[in-house]
Structures are given as structure tokens and as C-alpha cells.
């Protein structure tokens, strides 16, 4: 296969979006040397409560969030769907679109990436895309997978690549182990300061501020 920039896809909630997931992707984006990241809110998460805001919102935030970023784009794919949204079936069909050789890259957080196993049909995901795991300082993922379920520890030691270039010479089944810088800022902390009508500057760029405060989200 010849040498391809992969693509980053970086699904959640972003109930709101905020500063912290903005450095995730910048991170991924210059440390892989991806071509972009799609930002995909999801509908309804299998893992995760039904989100407060509803999908329209949460599309405009992040929409407000990555205007004018370069490689930044947005994925209307899972928003509106009713149904559970599993990254396998978002995967699949990247996959059929992107066709079968271009690198795809699914980014996650570390504590994410330690309860990967629970995810449906998860072996078979890893087979369609790398997987690009965020480690926060003090909790290097190395430390911590002893803790993890046994079948998810071999296969991180079977697909652990030494390095982001690897990401770029085949279309996934690895795994690439990246430092993310400390940014203590939380999605659940900032719905809680917009129902108490707290300042949001400095944890989520203005416009989404903006745009929380007119449309009076969050608030009980």
C-alpha cells in the first residue's frame, strides 16, 4: 500500500464541546500527521446517557467550534439517528466510502480506550481502523493495562505501533499511544456552571458560549 495521511474520527457526545476536545484532535492532527478530523456527535450512545442538548444543538456547537480550524470538519452521520449509534456501523460505512485502503483512525481518551472490550463487535472494529489512544500526564497507559481485561491486554500488545508513522501505511489494526497535554475541563462541569449561570470563558470557545447562553441550554 502506498503511503496515505489517515483520516481521525472523533465521536462523542459534545454535550458540549469543549477546549479539551479541541486539543485532543489538534493533538492527533499534528502529532499523526492526519489529513483531518471528522467530528461525529452521536444520536443515542450504547455507553453513555441520553444527551441533554439536543442533536441540532450539539451540531451547531461543535459547527461553531471548528469554524475556520483547518482539517477540522463535522459528520452529521449519528446525530439524528433514534437508534443506538455503535462505531462498528459508523465504521462500516466509512469504510465502504473511503474505500478499503485509506487509513482511518478512531481517537479515544485513555479511559475510554481501557473499557474498548465492552464495545460492540469491538475485534472486528479494530480490523476496519487504528485506533489513536490520548494518555494523560501521570497515567501513562502502559501503567494501567496490567488492570485491564485480559483479551483487551493482548491486543494491545499484539497491535502497539512504535510509532504515527505506521498509521500511515495501512488502512487500521493498529495501536498508536499519544501524549495529551492536562486540560481538567469536563462536559458535566460546564452544564452545571451554564444551569448556575456561571462564566464559561476559557473552557469552551466564545461562540459556543455565546451560543449556550442565547439558547438557554442547560438550564433546569
Known amino acids: 500500500m502506498k503511503n496515505t495521511a489517515p483520516i481521525g474520527i472523533f465521536g462523542g457526545t459534545f454535550d458540549p464541546i469543549h477546549h479539551g476536545h479541541l486539543r485532543l484532535a489538534q493533538e492527533a492532527l499534528e502529532q499523526c500527521s492526519m489529513s483531518g478530523i471528522r467530528f461525529i456527535p452521536s444520536g443515542t450512545p450504547p455507553h453513555r446517557t441520553v444527551p441533554l442538548a439536543t442533536a441540532e444543538h450539539r451540531l451547531s456547537m461543535v459547527r461553531l467550534a471548528i469554524h475556520g480550524q483547518p482539517g477540522f470538519a463535522v459528520d452529521e452521520r449519528e446525530a439524528h439517528r433514534t437508534e443506538k ?27 475510554a480506550f481501557l473499557q474498548f472490550h465492552t464495545w460492540h463487535q469491538w475485534r472486528q472494529l479494530i480490523e476496519l481502523t487504528h485506533l489513536v489512544v490520548m494518555q494523560r500526564p501521570g497515567r501513562p497507559v502502559g501503567n494501567v493495562i496490567a488492570q ?36 481538567d475541563i469536563s462536559a458535566t462541569d460546564i452544564r452545571s456552571r451554564a444551569a448556575q449561570n456561571k462564566n464559561l470563558r476559557y473552557l469552551l470557545p466564545d461562540s459556543v458560549a455565546h451560543y449556550i447562553h442565547t439558547h438557554k441550554l442547560y438550564k433546569s
Open 148 to 183: 485491564a481485561d485480559a483479551t483487551l491486554r493482548q491486543q494491545y500488545g499484539t497491535r502497539l505501533a512504535p510509532s504515527p508513522r505506521l498509521l500511515h501505511e495501512s488502512p487500521g489494526g493498529h495501536i498508536v499511544v499519544l501524549d495529551m497535554p492536562q486540560l
Open 85 to 111: 449509534c455503535y462505531s462498528f456501523d459508523t465504521f462500516s460505512a466509512l469504510r465502504a466510502e473511503l474505500g478499503a485502503e485509506q487509513p482511518l483512525c478512531l481517537l479515544l481518551g485513555s479511559d
